[in-house]
């Protein structure tokens, strides 16, 4: 069975602008849950737990995406062995 090598990061992003940018009291700061963190660009504060769960949702369906292209991928070349 060949290994995934897929990778992936999960962005936060603000609810209002799409910014990526946040800010935070220093570099490698992790939020706690239920914080509010404001957004660099445009200002607003946006719940952490919030636009957390929003971009594991993202990356779960970009994940799931994949997998299944790589099993159908995996699938067609086996089946090219039996014809």
Request: glycine share 4%; proline share 2%.
């Amino acid at each position: 069975m060949k290994k995934m090598d897929k990778t992936t990061s999960i962005n936060l992003e603000c609810v209002f602008c799409n910014s990526l940018e946040f800010e935070l009291p220093y570099e490698g700061y992790v939020p706690y849950e239920g914080e509010m963190i404001k957004c660099s660009n445009c200002g607003k504060l946006n719940d952490y737990s919030s636009i957390k769960e929003v971009a594991i949702e993202a990356g779960t369906k970009e994940l799931t995406q994949y997998a299944h292209a790589e099993i159908e991928k995996e699938l067609k070349k086996m089946l090219k062995k039996f014809k």
